[in-house]
């Protein structure tokens, strides 16, 4: 599924605010709670991660995975939740709208 | 791979950004990896073999590894760039929002701050102003730098500068190779006459220049044309240029005046064109005509040896300005040789256009550049003391700041952004002062600034002010916030921190700030009082005549009816006849110069004396008419003074004065001898019937020098005198008095400048009144900055040793000894700095002596008293400190903290 960028940015956050995760975990994240039907490049995954770091969305700082190995975790920031509740509820309202039109039946 | 520590639960922070490109390139490249290690793990923990699986990792990345590493690493860097800036400018605003809060905490400590640096800062604004005017202004010619002005001196004399005669410059100009030309300036040019459609005559300030001086300064008139060559040439020579000023306030600011004819001093004049505002060549001439050089030169002798023509000179590009003066030097000799009577001994000077106008004013701005910097500094120390003393107490907010993650670097940027905040709001009202300041400045003194100059608050000014403030900001602001921020964190936690270590660096900066206040309030002081002494002693100088009740007023016999030197006297004596008859008129009289004014010079040749003619006695020529000295009330000492039987048919009767008496002639015999004066040396000898006082012609604070009074019934070809009348009615009558006379003899001349005598002698003082005036207040600020430093110190340091006096008096301390205790730390700073004062003071004296009459820069008794002052005003300040001291009660004392 084509994702809009900032469509993209609401899931990202979504998935942050379970817990913070590193780029790949997001990723695995979205496959799993999509069933497979979201498919995002890791790079491209990365750079919203960056940008969104940049806006001030989320705020990313090195740890240590499970296995001990190095990664680069993010986590939600307050900015980054309100935006969630808002974009969330937003995303909610159109998607009704539009499926009220698209689901109206002959009359 | 350095490892960041993580930040907890702390809501606004943003991570640190990494602190280089390379690291956020570093970065970038281990998330990369972190990435495609994590897609490998995951497919072998699917079962896939290690190497297929990072293969497969590789793969999935969607492009050549090295590409995606590319757009990673400018992702990363783009964020980077991106963020700190954000933070910086965060931080500012949020430092910048605490010091308005913190200052609206702390109403008492903003206020005092504010007016110290908003008078510290204004003084400042105010006299770079009037400096940047003064001194770094363009003058309003083309390529200033090129404009020299040339002279003649005597080698090894410091005043013997003069002018060039017609036919010197004559020869300068045809001989010079190194100017593009030299101009001529008629300094000496009468005022021309007037008279409007309705209303009094009016007298215009004239300058006759010569016809090319206008394209060699590089200025073009606003209407019309300037002065050309050929404007000179005699039949085409009635062409007069008007000034800005003298257009708008005489022709009412017709743009068409160009090309019109009006009538001067009786003969009619065309108009050719209007200068920009502001220009002027000499000082407020509002005229200039054309100079007939070849009609003076037709006068060979008095061409040669009078020397009134100010010379200008424009040096050709690429020439250096030694060759320049080489080549005149040359031209000077031969002169010298050959006319030694007129040149012999000089030679030529030059000197840039921009110096001769401001060098005199230029080390007075400079010293009073240097006092309110002086005064600056001290409000700094005292700023910084006040900063010290909250920063102490403020501690612990600084040290949680650091515990939680503030670098040092953060916290001093906080703490001085205050200081800065601070600071540029005590500019702003300062700016404020100082435009009122420098209007205040410039009214005092109207004549000491050459109209050249403008002096006003505009960017440039606006710039070194805000540029001051954030100095100062950072100035007072730096020490105590590396001071507080001097992390040792138990001390400052434990309670009482404030006898910590740290406290008694802090306490021995704060005393050596207050050491430095008192060395410059000393410095100040010292300069002040110099002033103060040396105008008590000029005011104090005998003037020699009496100006109480004496009225002058300046009057020209202009125009074609006074061409016959006769008519000159007849009018003369007219008007003074008129005048002495009318009541209250005690005597009056008219003479050349009114005293302080100046006079001419002249030389003197003695009957039965020898007589170098190429070294003649210098004299200064005063003419007079009528009952002069008993106008004047200057006492005659031998002989007697001029009276009816001088008439201008018989053999000339002369008075000298006594200085020119003893120089002249040590015997003692001035009276009766016979002498002459001028450039011909074939003129007629005078016999000298008298010798009068001395006076201050020239200035009070210039010596008197020998002077003859010469009749100007027998040499009336001086047609502009200034009537000098005492009279006991009030000035304003006298005017009327002096006007009817005049206007009875001939109504189309003008009075000008109605004064009293008292009113002269004052303006000759004012440029001396302005320093003093000036000088005197920055050494009170600087007074008041340093009692208040004294007091704060030792304010702190008794609050801060609270629980030390509350032990002393338990003990048994009485309060003669806790007062001896505080007030002698009071007195040992000051007297430290009395001491650092009396160097400074000393070692820069030498920069005050150009202004100083009558006292040296190490007068012993202006110092003795200026310590004296300090000492008591120190004293002062301890005071109440001290007595806080002995009230000190020892049991609150030692609980409190």
């Given at each position: 599924m084509a994702l809009i960028r900032g469509t993209l940015d609401v899931l990202v956050l979504k998935a942050l605010s379970w817990t913070p995760m590193h780029a790949f975990e997001v990723i695995t994240w979205l496959d799993e709670r999509s069933e497979g039907r979201l498919d995002i490049d890791g790079p491209a995954l990365i750079q919203a991660l960056h940008r969104m770091e940049e806006k001030g969305l989320v705020s990313g700082e090195w740890g240590t995975t499970k296995n001990g190995r190095r990664a680069r975790y993010y986590r939600n920031t307050d900015t980054g939740r309100a935006h969630l509740r808002s974009e969330s509820a937003k995303l909610a309202r159109d998607t009704e709208t539009l499926m009220t039109v698209l689901g109206a039946k002959r009359s | 791979m350095l490892d960041f520590r993580i930040r907890l639960g702390i809501r606004r922070l943003l991570h640190l950004p990494l602190p280089s490109a390379a690291r956020a390139r570093a970065d970038a490249d281990a998330e990369l990896d972190a990435f495609v290690e994590a897609q490998a793990e995951h497919l072998m923990s699917r079962g896939a073999p290690a190497a297929a699986a990072r293969e497969e990792s590789l793969r999935a990345l969607g492009a050549p590894l090295d590409e995606v590493r590319q757009r990673l690493r400018h992702s990363v860097t783009q964020r980077e760039e991106h963020m700190q800036r954000r933070e910086r400018i965060d931080n500012w605003l949020q430092d910048a929002r605490h010091a308005a809060r913190t200052l609206r905490r702390n109403p008492g400590f903003a206020i005092a701050s504010l007016l110290t640096l908003a008078i510290a800062i204004g003084a400042n604004t105010a006299v770079f102003a009037v400096s940047r005017a003064v001194l770094l202004q363009p003058l309003p010619y083309a390529d200033a730098g090129q404009l020299y002005q040339i002279n003649t001196i005597w080698p090894n004399q410091a005043n013997s500068r003069n002018e060039l005669s017609p036919a010197d410059f004559a020869d300068f100009q045809k001989g010079q190779t190194t100017f593009t030309g030299l101009g001529a300036v008629v300094a000496a040019t009468p005022p021309m006459i007037w008279q409007p459609a309705s209303g009094d005559p009016k007298s215009l300030n004239a300058l006759d220049v010569g016809s090319n001086i206008f394209t060699l300064l590089g200025a073009r008139a606003l209407y019309g044309r300037t002065l050309m060559p050929g404007d000179e040439i005699p039949g085409h020579d009635h062409r007069v240029v008007l000034s800005f000023e003298a257009w708008q306030r005489y022709f009412g600011g017709d743009p068409g005046i160009a090309g019109r004819s009006i009538v001067l001093s009786g003969s009619s004049y065309e108009v050719i064109g209007v200068m920009p505002r502001g220009f002027t060549i000499n000082e407020r001439e509002e005229l200039w005509l054309p100079y007939d050089q070849a009609g003076t030169l037709a006068d060979a002798v008095r061409a040669r040896k009078q020397h009134y023509v100010r010379t200008l000179g424009r040096l050709k590009a690429g020439v250096a300005p030694a060759r320049a003066l080489a080549d005149l030097r040359t031209i000077a000799a031969g002169l010298a040789q050959a006319y030694p009577e007129a040149d012999s001994g000089r030679t030529a000077e030059m000197r840039p256009l921009r110096d001769v106008l401001t060098g005199d004013l230029r080390p007075a701005l400079l010293l009073l550049q240097g006092a309110a910097a002086l005064v600056l500094l001290i409000a700094c120390a005292n700023l910084a003391n006040l900063a010290l003393s909250r920063t102490m107490g403020r501690r612990r907010e600084l040290v949680t700041r650091a515990a939680l993650g503030a670098s040092r670097g953060r916290l001093v940027r906080h703490l001085v952004t205050e200081s800065v905040v601070v600071s540029i709001a005590g500019g702003l009202l300062g700016v404020m002062l100082a435009g009122a300041g420098t209007r205040w400045l410039l009214a005092l003194n109207p004549t000491t600034l050459p109209p050249l100059f403008d002096a006003k608050v505009n960017g440039t000014v606006l710039g070194f002010s805000l540029a001051v403030s954030i100095g100062t900001g950072l100035l007072f602001g730096l020490l105590p916030a590396l001071d507080a921020s001097n992390g040792n964190l138990h001390e400052a936690l434990k309670e009482g921190g404030r006898g910590s270590s740290n406290g008694r660096a802090s306490g021995r900066a704060r005393q050596m700030l207050v050491v430095a206040q008192t060395a410059l309030a000393l410095m100040l002081l010292a300069g002040a009082g110099l002033l103060v002494r040396s105008f008590a002693q000029l005011t104090r100088v005998t003037l020699g005549y009496d100006p109480n009740g004496v009225v002058t007023a300046d009057l020209r016999a202009a125009?074609?009816?006074?061409?016959?030197?006769l008519k000159v006297t007849v009018f003369y004596d007219d008007v003074l006849r008129h005048l002495s008859q009318m009541p209250g008129v005690v005597a009056v009289a008219a003479v050349s110069d009114v005293p302080t004014r100046g006079s001419s010079g002249t030389a003197l040749r003695i009957e039965g004396q020898e007589n170098d003619e190429a070294r003649l006695r210098d004299l200064r020529y005063l003419s007079v008419h009528g009952d002069f000295f008993k106008a004047m009330r200057?006492?005659?000492?031998?002989g007697r003074a001029y009276d009816a039987s001088d008439r201008p048919d018989i053999p000339e009767t002369t008075i000298l004065n006594a200085t020119a008496a003893k120089r002249y002639f040590p015997n003692g015999d001035a009276v009766g001898h016979r002498i002459k004066i001028g450039p011909d040396p074939n003129a007629a000898w005078m016999t000298v019937i008298g010798i009068a006082g001395d006076i201050h012609s020239n200035g009070l604070d210039v010596p008197v020098e020998p002077t003859i009074y010469a009749n100007h019934r027998h040499?009336?070809?001086?047609?502009s005198m200034s009537l000098v009348m005492r009279t006991s009615t009030s000035p304003v009558n006298a005017g009327a008095l002096i006007r009817a006379a005049v206007a009875a003899q001939d109504p189309s001349l003008a009075v000008n400048n109605v004064e009293t005598l008292d009113d002269v002698v004052g303006q000759s003082l004012a440029a001396r009144r302005f320093a003093l005036g000036l000088a005197t207040c920055f050494a009170l600020i600087a007074l008041v900055l340093a009692a208040i430093g004294i007091y704060g110190v030792l304010a702190y340091n008794v609050a801060s040793r609270t629980r030390e006096f509350g032990v002393r008096i338990a003990l048994g301390a009485s309060p003669g000894r806790v007062v001896s205790l505080v007030v002698g730390q009071g007195m040992a700073m000051s007297l430290v700095g009395i001491a650092a004062g009396l160097g400074g003071a000393s070692a820069g004296a030498r920069l005050l002596n150009g202004m100083l009459f009558g006292v040296t820069a190490l007068d012993a008794d202006t110092y003795v008293v200026v310590v004296a002052l300090l000492l008591f005003v120190a004293a002062v300040a301890c005071a109440v400190p001290a007595w806080r001291a002995t009230r000190v009660d020892p049991l609150t004392s030692m609980r409190a903290d």
């Open positions: - | 125009g074609d009816r006074y061409t016959d030197m200057i006492p005659i000492i031998a040499e009336p070809w001086m047609r």
